[in-house]
């Protein structure tokens, strides 16, 4: 069998390649343990000096070989921070009003693409197969055909995908979308995205289809890592000083599509709505800060720092802070035992390509303690994940009427709920979502 070839646009540094991961390592170890494989992208350092073609590094870890480009900091100011995150994702999440539109974006986003193939070219035999992962990466499949390749290559997007009337607001949208004939396989998280896309697809006679493969999470490793992670110092510590509170705990990175002023403002109505909680809960918010160089992430954290201030100024008693928020990272090991510790989960993105965070969250609990999932309706992981109390995140009192609600559960109906959202996360794991791919990519009939 011919090598995995794996691009995406950051690639794991030395240092965290040893660590646990999120559920694209997570999936694609799996795919990748017993095959040679390569793994293809930018290595998160900038250079100073000209745009020339730079040659990959590359170092190889347990039979992986990471190969990485660094990238001008003009490349990776138009690529990157402007078409990539300041552009596609906000298109993307449905967010067409925070989009930033500049022409020589585009072009260096083409740009870097071009560049990834010529970097990539010389390292690939004729049996590899290519999976390409995201959105700075839509149009690599064609780069490469363009330098003559004809391996099988395939394309998976990480985050939603919106209907035509929203997407065409991008300049040369069907320009993007037409890129895509390259692939030979394209995946999506949701029935939804599959249906935006073949939407896009077919009124634009484009020649492409997608594929829903939902993403998921090693639920055997997450679970025994909580379990060992709630026994930490760090862990008891937190649950002491609950003092017997309700821990209700958000974890995201901080961004505008995960809807952390709405859910403040949420829990804000519970507290005013609901006083006989008053003093009973404790809302521990972690949400590392990303993106800090786009001026909407900027702004957002203003916004959420006000918030804070203000719930816990209104609430706050002499020994009780109704919020704890933290904009710093967590290891991943002790976030664990986080969750594990939680009573509710509150998760309530305005959309999200699936959410890792609430499967996680289910994978850590305590079979016969179970706690409470509240999750949005725009998670990518909601259809898979009725049981949980599913919320518009968009209206304050629905996510204050769940929280009540998550409150009042008996622990027989905690049980209840919980019983079919872990079978759904010990079925969809993250190895089935990469071998379901890689099986169908391998199927694919190539002229
Ligand atoms: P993300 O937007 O990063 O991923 P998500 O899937 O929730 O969102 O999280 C990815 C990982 O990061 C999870 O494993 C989680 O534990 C970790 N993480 C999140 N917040 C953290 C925190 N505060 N501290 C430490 N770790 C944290 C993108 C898409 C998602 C999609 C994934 C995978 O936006 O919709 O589910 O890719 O396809």
């Avoid at 959105?135 to 003559?148: C, E, K, S, T, V």
């Avoid at 992670?229 to 821990?247: C, F, N, P």
């Avoid at 829990?267 to 809302?283: C, D, E, I, N």
């Amino acid at each position: 069998m011919g090598r995995l070839i794996i691009v995406s646009n950051r690639v794991p540094s030395p240092r965290e390649r040893s660590q646990p991961a999120g559920g694209l390592t997570v999936g694609l170890r799996d795919a990748v343990r017993g095959n040679e494989s390569l793994w293809f992208g930018w290595s998160g350092a900038t250079t100073t000096d000209s745009d020339n073609d730079p040659t990959p590094a590359t170092d190889v870890v347990e039979g992986v070989t990471y190969a990485t480009i660094d990238l001008s900091a003009r490349q990776l100011e138009g690529f990157y921070q402007n078409f990539s995150n300041g552009l596609l994702w906000p298109l993307c999440h449905y967010r067409v009003g925070m989009m930033n539109y500049r022409r020589s974006d585009w072009e260096t986003y083409l740009e870097v693409n071009a560049l990834f193939a010529r970097a990539l070219v010389d390292m690939l035999r004729p049996d590899d197969i290519i999976w390409v992962h995201d959105y700075h990466l839509f149009p690599m499949g064609q780069a490469l055909r363009d330098l003559g390749v004809t391996n099988r290559i395939g394309f998976f997007l990480h985050i939603p995908f919106p209907p035509w009337s929203l997407f065409r607001s991008l300049p040369g949208a069907d320009l993007l979308l037409r890129d895509m004939e390259a692939y030979d396989l394209i995946g999506v998280q949701t029935a939804e995205d599959v249906d935006n896309l073949n939407q896009s697809f077919s009124l634009n006679d484009i020649n492409a289809r997608a594929q829903a493969f939902a993403i998921g999470i090693d639920p055997v490793e997450f679970h025994a890592q909580a379990v060992r992670s709630a026994e930490t110092a760090d862990v008891r510590r937190l649950v002491e000083s609950l003092h017997g509170r309700t821990l209700i705990l958000g974890v995201d990175r901080l961004d505008y599509s995960k809807g952390l002023p709405e859910r403040f403002a949420g829990y804000a109505a519970f507290l005013s709505r609901y006083p006989q909680y008053r003093g009973q809960v404790t809302f521990l918010q972690v949400a590392p800060v990303s993106r800090g160089d786009v001026e909407e992430y900027r702004v957002l954290r203003r916004q959420l720092d006000e918030q804070v201030g203000r719930i816990n100024g209104v609430h706050a008693t002499f020994d009780w802070t109704p919020i704890r928020y933290m904009t710093s990272p967590v290891p991943r090991d002790i976030l664990a035992g986080f969750y594990r510790e939680a009573d509710i989960a509150l998760i309530t993105p305005l959309r999200d390509g699936m959410n890792l965070v609430a499967k996680e969250f289910i994978a850590a609990q305590d079979a016969a303690d179970p706690g409470v999932l509240i999750l949005s309706h725009f998670a990518g992981a909601a259809p898979e994940m009725m049981d949980a109390l599913l919320v518009n995140p968009y209206d304050p009192d629905e996510i204050a009427d769940a929280l009540a609600l998550a409150m009042e559960t008996t622990t027989e109906q905690r049980i209840a709920r919980f019983g079919p959202l872990n079978a759904e996360v010990t079925r969809g794991t993250a190895g089935v979502w990469a071998r379901e791919f890689l099986d169908a990519l391998r199927a694919r009939d190539v002229g």
